[in-house]
């Protein structure tokens, strides 16, 4: 839910990548303990099972969920979870994330006098969070009615699930489901008697395809379809491409404020947390590449730099490499200095960054780990050789150790490492996730025309709301322009301020 | 020649404006010494006079230069300067800046093969610098024929425009001309027997404007015109409004290298520069108030920060407010920290930041200075009133003094603090000539059709290689995507590496 | 073993603040789970519970290692530990820990051919984990002979133990000592037959005290004393003080490398790990008010500082203050911003520095954690009354909740934030380990009358070779004085480079 | 007045040092043309004669001022200095310094009370500043009388000296003195009927010096000297050495507050002001390399990397080094860099740092400057041979030229970067001014006893109260230490709050 790579949406990128994704996928089915894979699950539906792993434990019974009867405090049995019993502390979980989400809050304030999505009817398929419970119960509080389920079979918070459940929403997901039970929890959602969904809202576009597969009929009354992964938007944009697309999309994703602020800022942070949780490095003098230099790369240079590290960059790009130089950060290839670096970090959303022949030169101790897209970047299975020991030291560290003994310092196994080895701040969840109720909002009440069967962004005036929602946590005070200032700069003293293709 | 502003074309903006800046120009003719003012002389032929007073002194006899009769060594006369015998000194100031030029003496040593301008006949109307006369010289090694006035009164180095005319170039400028010398200078360039331009480089949009009042049927043969400032391209986008383009044009004010490179890299060493150059203040544990957080506001909290300074800053955007929380100052209204801030600095793009009222607020000492837009932020002309006395105290400096002796510094008057009180760094406007270079050719090259009568944007790619041209003075090394990396992303492996809307 | 207070040698000071450490300590003796305690347990040998709690699990079996017949795999029985089956993985941790300690380990190579310890007989009581059994095979390499217990009832890693029993060495300590089995280990070290220490390397003063108290004899044949702690160096210089010192001793705490590396660059990680672990608080935008600017508070400081917080300082000392300044804080009292921040901070080395008023005073969600001096710079048993309710949300993390409903986040219950909730990185570790070696080398080998018997620093030399020692891991190259230089500067080419007041 | 340098005082050194600085000295005469030199004029004296260029013209007439007939508005003649007719433009310029002065200014307000000088007759030789008037007129309203002479021929501001001489002050100094003048003038300062002093203030030794050798009896009635300069430090130490020191000397020159201060900080502003205002390079993406990782190095250090520059450095002492590495950058010996680096930078103290071999590998465009010692680090000398062309391209501004056309750019030919070149900011200049006088004011009333005849710091008590004025400036709120914390640690509640070898 957190995706730091760099976009690209030109011809074939797409369906190459999806392909490519798949095989990826499909290599390792053991590690994910399933049998049968349907074609159409996205990667992004099992890839994050570390990180959910770390927030809640399945020590439960083993009865499957759709084998219980279940019912609510209040007779109502129209959701399908674990364990209704743990609603109590789901609940705590999610009074806590409120207190981080003050945007979300705002919204509940401003809806007691308008509903915004009075008649909506929203079907979502996101992580089953408390901070995605703080969401729906402000879809809610605007009006709107909620059927969700989980975009990936690990990563549901079970109480969180619980606590939904009890406050009447009708929930179907539970930590573990298997393939089949992915696609039947999303068919709950969606197969309903006398509910049709009219908005949706996806992350990974799963209930997408499901609907687009199933029910291709629904998307008559459905206004419009709000996604938020990278994977998510190719397929939009796929579908776009190919005349297919029939509502219109908001493309959540490539907003300015998740842009800038959960790539820059959210890596700034969490490429130290994660290296720190997961090895105790010291930072100070260390050596450390940086493969990229978009905003997850600006972010972890920044970051190390500030601690102490010395911080070499690598780029494809003659702009992103100009900036990394007058941002004081050495150029260079990746054979140039891979023999003297402590840390191997990169972000780039290509594949194939760091290959065997790199890892092989590497000197004793390195640490190698991934910030940028999926699980592409560092060539792991080159390491998967028979000469090659592999040693788990530690949850999400594993020792690779050649045979004369050198050992390279591999985390998450080359998955997203802030994903998998430090924690998201609920602030910047708070800014996604309010993008996402605005762009329901804007979609469900777009006048007529506005909006056509193609992706579009988020309108930059949206893009500022969501931003000054988020000030008065820092106890900023927005200065306003006067009328003369307006007139001025040929403004709205509302906004937007600036030109849509400001970044 | 370095705009630092936010740009905003909206409806009626440019115009609003335009009108807005002749009002403040004709407020003070008595300032810049003319009588008759012409309507369509632009603002910015006049305002950057003491940045161009510190290059060269004109302690030369009273003659004018159009009274003169004058030959190079080779006896050619088809130009009009000061001094012809300041060309060797001008051609040692040429030499210097060529050193920081290594775009454009790459692109002349390419030449040697083709010559992409080959029958280009371009009309100039810049500044008359030695980093111009680098650009003039490459316009030629790469197949151009050049007649060039100044785009200001004041800003012509005599020495370099000497050393261009001994070498056959037809130069038509010298510092102090008077507002009809600057007319018959441009009319020089395009009004010449056996010689018509084909394409037109323009700062200000004076040299454009002229064309289209005295010969609008030169632009039968014009292939196209780059522009430079704001000032010029919101003319061009006027125009495009208006449906009277008649030929494309390029705004390389606002290409990604001048926007990301110019501003907030420039800003970041010049706010220093200029702070220190005319008050000798110590910035450390300062307590300064930015107003305005775009690239100009980032690279001047940047700086101040990183030198120990505690920086506020003001926003009326929430985006960049929120950025500014996130990179760690207080956002605030201006009111709140006026009475004890050390140092006021605008970078708005906007007018009346700072008016009396704040400075009545100011305390001792308080220094006042601008880094944005123009000389409108800063209400100057609230302090010439009669109980305020102003004491200039150095070059650029002003005390202006309050009745109970409560002093506050202005600089520069309000105008650009780095224009008029530190120097641009060639490397800077390195990046800016190899921009409206790579401009030149393209439209001269383009194939029909590519471009129509409107104005356009340098291609991402070409914004792309000029970056990579300024890559080996760092010594950088770009990396460069496999087959299998570039068929992954989609890409050409010679880019262009990101969308368009990438900034 | 981190000791990050400023360090106050004064008349009176260490006697009254012993007094009120125990003071302290009696208060509490249901936390610890001890019924009787002795008088000269010194507090050190308790207070870093929670850290060492992180480390190792005491799910073994309940019969005391006391009672037990132990054994290793040569048949040596002379040590006492948990159990000897975890040799092997203590080895393992031993090994890792070695990776991080060069310095150590190019002692040992030295020592293959001179043995600067033959013939030592070390008597040591520090905590037992992974890095000192790296000294303590040092020592050994050197020549030393060393029979060990440890400084902490709690600190012990029992399989680290095991593999140095099964390496030979004499170790008496586990996990969970009771009291009486501190002093019983002790014991063990210095009454044995037909083995006296000449040697005594302490942390915490409990050794020595041991010795004073029961074998005062001893110190006939015992040629120095190095202490780590600052409590141990306090009960030297009083010892000192009264005339009662017999033996010399040697400061290591207030070494050079020590002061300057553990305190300004230890902390500059640890603030930012500590904070996340247990609060995963976004730093970007928040307000932070740090208590103190000595090198604790200055790594705080501009680590927070680095990561987009907005940092206040407190300070008693206009020294430290105004480097406060010019490093870019504002300096405040505590209560100008006690309304306003985020985050608290202690860093004084003082008592009662956040006292119940301000916590009162402190918004809903506010962290308050210590960096400083043991637990008494909160004053957090004002916050133990009926009408706050405290709630454990983690490990470490406590809720103190009030009437009205505002929480406050304290971590630690105000025990060292570092110690408790972060790692301490083995590079640090090493600088002190290392210190520790060569104080023990120079005591051991210094010339009749070059040390009295009184408290030293590491000579200057000795500190430049610690930090010599450690360049390597950095790929760092010292330059070497000219004879001419050297005799320009009068100093000796392989220094000491700096006076003895330099620090 | 300023001196960068890092400090050595050990035997041998300052003879050394001295007879060397003496050869150098006497290898360029002709340079600061005079011709015959007193053996013990120091070195400091003649050698800021740049900046002191910058300041003042000598535009005036040619008569000697001690031909001259000179006298004030109020009859009085006892004084001897350029021209009285500028007393007016000299009060102003120390009306501006009293402004940033704040510390001096409070001393004179608690003067009013008491008077802490009353009966002192201080002879002063310093440079005669604005900034030193301001010191003056305090020691005046303390109770003080005072004669003055300059300490350096070419610094004295002829319009401070006449509004001294104006207000009252018997002032014997004018720019561009001989070298028969500078003595004449010390001695008409000393030498005078019915006059005695009985404070010295010295910045260099040269005035300690000649009372020695031509009126030593005069120390019978001498409290006490003050002592500003390394070298004039030196002097005292040898003297102090050879038992002939026979009052108590105060370094003033080692006092925490002037290491700290005018070091670390005055430098980090002042190498970016020498390097802008000299070769207007861009810092961004430049390769650095600081010769010297002390309170300079660490300044020059921290303003480069936080400006974009890469930086490297080169150092002697490991504990230096290894601070390096922890800060961040690469350590490494001066010729694994010197091909690659747009800038390098000595602050070593040393000779020789740079030499001809370094020189001779420096790429072209190279800026080769000194913020160290004197003119000794970089041996310019060694440039002075046929085959190099030196070209002087600005003020302080060398182009030295190799016969394949490499240029280095050299910086104020090696001398002090940034007095030379850069401005000190007055604040600076206020710390050490406040710390002389209160030096003076410590001698003067210190009982029977406490100083010998010996070389003392200032007492930490002293010092921080000095850093106690300056904190007003920065509206910075210091925090008293409550009865019960004062205890506790043993402290006064009014200081010293550190022990005296705390740096």
């Known amino acids: 839910w957190v995706s ?19 095989q990826e996928f499909n290599k390792r089915p053991s590690k994910i303990g399933r049998r049968s894979l349907s074609r159409s699950i996205s990667q992004s539906s099992t890839d994050s099972y570390s990180s959910a792993a770390s927030y809640t434990d399945s020590s439960d019974d083993e009865t499957s969920p759709r084998d219980k009867q279940q019912k609510n405090s209040k007779g109502n049995g129209d959701f399908c979870i674990k364990n209704i019993k ?38 979502g398929c996101t992580h089953i969070t408390a901070q995605t419970a703080v969401l729906m119960e402000t879809l809610s509080a605007l009006g709107a009615q909620c059927r969700w389920a989980a975009c990936n079979i690990y990563s549901t ?13 009708s929930v179907f997901a539970w930590k573990g489901e298997s393939e089949d039970d992915f ?36 998307f008559k009354k459905i206004k419009g379809i709000v996604e938020e992964s990278v994977t998510g938007v190719h397929r ?68 190390l730099k500030a601690m102490g590290s010395i911080v070499y ?21 990746l054979n140039e200095v891979i023999r003297q670096v402590d840390i191997v970090i990169t972000c780039t959303g290509n594949k ?25 970047e560092i060539d792991v299975a080159s390491l998967r050789t028979p000469e090659l020991t592999w040693e788990r030291v530690r949850s999400q560290v594993d020792h690779v150790i050649w045979p004369d003994g050198k050992r390279i310092v591999l985390l998450a196994e080359g998955r997203l490492l802030n994903l998998s080895c430090s924690t998201v701040p609920t602030f910047v969840l708070s800014i996604t996730a309010t993008t996402q ?37 820092f106890d900023a005070h927005l200065t306003e322009l006067t009328d003369e200032q307006a007139k001025y700069l040929g403004l709205n003293k509302n906004g937007p301020f600036k030109p849509n293709y400001y970044r």
Chains 1, 2, 3, 4 share one sequence.
């Open 4 to 22: 730091n790579e760099k976009v690209f949406y030109r011809s074939g990128v797409a369906q190459i990548q999806f392909a490519d994704q798949k």
């Open 236 to 303: 939009l944009y796929q579908l776009s491409k190919a005349g297919k697309l029939c509502v219109p999309a908001m493309n959540v994703n490539d907003s300015v404020t998740k842009q800038k602020f959960d790539n820059l800022y959210c890596c700034r942070e969490s490429i130290l947390d994660g290296l720190k949780r997961t090895t105790d490095v010291m930072f100070g003098g260390k050596q450390v590449v940086v493969c990229g230099y978009g905003e997850v790369g600006k972010g972890c240079c920044a970051a």
């Open 313 to 333: 960059v690598t780029e494809i790009d003659p702009i992103c490499a100009l900036q990394a130089c007058m941002d004081g950060f050495r150029l260079v290839k």
């Open 437 to 473: 109720a605005l762009a329901l909002i804007e979609l469900y009440n777009a006048p007529e025309g506005r909006y056509k069967q193609d992706v579009y962004l988020l309108p930059k005036k949206m893009d500022e709301y969501v931003a000054s929602l988020h000030l008065p946590t």
């Open 183 to 218: 696609w039947w929890c999303i068919d709950r959602c969606v197969n309903v008697e006398g509910w049709q969904p009219n908005m949706i809202l996806d992350d990974g576009g799963d209930l997408t395809h499901w609907i687009y597969k199933k029910y291709p009929n629904m």
């Open 157 to 169: 918070q079970n109480e969180v699930a619980a606590a939904l459940a009890e406050g009447g929403f």
């Open 86 to 123: 743990q609603a109590d502390f789901g609940r705590r979980e999610i009074e806590i994330a409120e207190q981080e989400m003050p945007a979300l809050m705002a919204l509940r304030k401003r809806a007691q006098g308008e509903k915004p999505l009075a008649g909506a009817k929203v079907v």
């Open 352 to 376: 194939n960054v760091v290959v065997r022949e790199n890892l092989d030169r590497m000197k004793n101790g390195c640490i190698v780990c991934n910030m940028g897209h999926s699980n592409t």
